[in-house]
């Protein structure tokens, strides 16, 4: 009888903690590069201000950009870990100079204290 409780309880455990694993493994949503550029450019608008024109503008970028990340996902995936960083970091730095064009220098303090704030942020992580 002890036996058969000892093993019930380590059966649930097991399935507890498979449970578990599974449920913690989120699945990577593939959102299509329109939508991806519009959370970027909502995002910018809500916390740089951006006219309406100015929204169009970054939205056409960002969309661009967000395409251009899609393109090179092939890329990506043969590349060596340092490769697909500097890749990133290229396409990131070419992103933020297009968008720094439309800003006026207020916004572009405010994104790059943003981008400061971030890296920080990732670093105490």
Avoid: C, W
């Amino acid at each position: 009888m002890k036996r058969l409780l000892v093993s019930s309880i380590m059966v649930m455990i097991a399935v507890m903690l498979l449970a578990g694993k599974s449920y913690s493994q989120k699945e990577h949503s593939t959102k299509s590069p329109e939508e991806t550029a519009t959370k970027i450019t909502d995002k910018l608008k809500t916390q740089l201000s951006l006219t309406d024109d100015q929204y169009k503008q970054v939205y056409d970028m960002a969309l661009n950009h967000t395409r251009e990340m899609a393109d090179n996902k092939a890329k990506l995936k043969t590349t060596d870990k340092e490769g697909r960083k500097e890749m990133k970091k290229q396409g990131r730095s070419s992103f933020y100079k297009q968008i720094e064009s439309v800003l006026t220098k207020d916004q572009i303090e405010k994104l790059n204290s943003m981008h400061h704030n971030g890296k920080h942020h990732k670093k105490n992580k």
